[in-house]
């Protein structure tokens, strides 16, 4: 048993002094998610147990507004990323921190083209097979939905599929500037545009024109290649064109970047969980984790109890103050001596919400009810199995709001020394007092300890005590004496105690018999 008699030494908040900075981690993200992804460099993509997404900063500041039910959300393309629920445009993310949050009002869908090209998005209106036009990244609508198809805007230019009377769906082109112009349908010669695609990153772009002939053109309408032939044409789905002048595949946006491994630190396997080490081996967090993935940018994403949840890194160190490493047992009186224990905890943590659990040796953690400072005596158990080494364990939790996070755990190991004195039986020197009548009387002390002790001890004849405070080495003795004056012969009573550390180590008693000449 724990004993807890009082607060030995007071808590320290201060950080310890170390050559090296020592780190430690904390909940930035509760595991209460069913999933946690990179989205970004500095994002997260959290699905709630409900199946919506949360978009959690590197801060740990959620961006969607709390009525914002998305179930999708796109990589950001021309600096915003589009907010969905069933397809329907709920907002637009902003690339840029603080990541700005644009609601979307009315009833707007994504198209086959779900991404702003040049600040502008088509949409579809109604539904996602409804009438297309274009809206901007403040939401507002600046081409009316009335189209069968809107495609991207590349090189200042939008190239829409209008409605005709006859079987036909001619393009049109307008100027991203000027959507309420006329724009153009038809080349300078004025062949009509059947379809057409947007202009590539070299200005150029695929149309087919009345008659059925292909033709490549610039920004400014003027044709670069006439007559395209025909199984080039059948190479290249004219989408596709728009991002790839070659024709080698549709060229979407692409991913959010993702935020690279730190390696100065690495994951650690002990009993079937995951912890973090520093990569000279300094413990960041002890394992605890069901599974743990690399830390990027002092964050990592951390599974416990089957949701997921992201520890951050701080600065800071747990600093032990363990009692030396040498326990004295007192063999007479089965006791240990007051051991001393204390836990430095780094400032960021606030120390009443810190729970210290303590092994004394019997391998049994218990809650530290003082605090992190207080004292202690070593298991009995180890003392009665009569084993020569005591390891000590410590662990500190954090049990502030939401899920615990053990932060520090280290243990100790103590040699056990046995302190123990054979007190000898008081007897005479000599059977008879000396011609002066004096009769001398002794004990001897030995140490049987495995160390040097100090010894404080006495011998009492008849009410005459005669002390010795001194060292005695393992295996050496000391006599005590005293001389009594003996009036006439008669038995008294002897008595010879000692003490070491203030611990009784016993007494032996005698009757000895004083005899005068």
């Known amino acids: 048993m724990i004993m807890r008699t009082k607060i030995l030494l007071l808590l320290s908040l201060t950080l ?4 090296l900075k020592a780190e430690t981690v904390r909940w930035m993200v ?4 069913e999933s946690i992804t990179h989205y970004s460099t500095d994002i997260f993509r959290c699905i709630g147990s409900q199946g919506g997404i949360h978009l959690i900063d590197w801060d740990g500041k959620e961006l969607l507004p709390p009525n914002i039910n998305a179930d999708a959300i796109t990589m950001f393309s021309d600096g915003f990323a589009i907010v969905l629920q069933e397809k329907k445009i709920l907002g637009f993310l902003s690339e840029v921190a603080p990541h700005h949050f644009q609601h979307v009002n009315g009833d707007y869908y994504i198209t086959k083209y779900p991404y702003f090209s040049e600040g502008y998005l088509t949409v579809a209106q109604g539904s996602e097979n409804g009438k297309q036009g274009y809206m901007d990244s403040a939401g507002q609508i600046v081409l009316e939905c009335s189209y069968l198809e809107t495609m991207p805007v590349r090189q200042g230019w939008a190239v829409m599929e209008e409605n005709s009377k006859d079987s036909t769906h001619p393009r049109r082109y307008k100027r991203s500037n000027d959507f309420t112009g006329k ?9 009509k545009f059947v379809w057409a695609t947007s202009f590539n990153s070299e200005g150029l772009a695929l149309a087919k024109v ?3 002939k292909f033709v490549i053109f610039d920004t400014k309408f003027h044709v670069v290649k006439n007559d395209v032939k025909k199984e080039n044409k059948e190479s290249v789905d004219p989408y596709d064109y728009s991002f790839r002048p070659n024709g080698n595949g549709l060229i979407v946006p692409p991913a959010n970047a993702e935020p690279v491994a730190d390696a100065n630190y690495t994951t650690f396997e002990q009993n079937g969980k995951m912890g973090y080490k520093t990569s000279a081996g300094d413990v960041v967090a002890p394992a605890q984790f069901d599974n743990a993935e690399s830390i990027c940018n002092a964050r990592s994403i951390v599974l416990v109890e089957g949701k997921y949840g992201v520890v951050e890194l701080l600065e800071g160190d747990f600093d032990p103050v363990w009692p030396d490493n040498k326990c004295r047992y007192y063999v007479y009186s089965k006791d240990t001596e007051q051991l001393e224990f204390s836990l430095s905890v780094p400032s960021v943590f606030d120390s009443d919400k810190i729970k210290l659990e303590f092994d004394c040796g019997d391998g049994n953690y218990v809650v530290c009810k003082e605090g992190l400072a207080f004292g202690f005596k070593v298991a009995p158990q180890i003392f009665e199995q009569k084993k020569r080494i005591c390891t000590l364990r410590g662990k500190a939790t954090y049990v502030g709001d939401g899920q ?3 932060l520090w755990e ?5 040699e056990i020394s046995c302190i123990s004195l054979i007190i000898g039986t008081p007897t005479v020197t000599a059977e008879y007092a000396d011609e002066h009548d004096n009769q001398t009387v002794k004990v001897v002390i030995t140490n049987t300890s495995d160390e040097e002790v100090s010894v404080s001890a006495s011998l009492n004849v008849a009410g005459k005590n005669t002390p010795f405070n001194g060292k005695l080495e393992p295996d050496k003795s000391k006599t005590i004496m005293t001389t009594v004056k003996v009036d006439e012969s008669k038995k008294v009573q002897a008595t010879a105690s000692a003490k070491v550390d203030g611990k009784n180590c016993g007494s ?3 009757q000895i018999n004083l005899k005068k000449i």
């Open 16 to 19: 310890g002094v170390a050559t």
């Open 210 to 212: 009345r008659g059925g």
């Open 183 to 191: 724009g153009m349908d038809c080349l300078p010669n004025g062949e």
């Open 508 to 510: 032996k008693q005698a």
């Open 410 to 414: 280290d243990s100790w190991e103590m």
């Open 404 to 406: 615990s996070v053990l």
């Open 30 to 33: 509760q595991p209460n998610y």
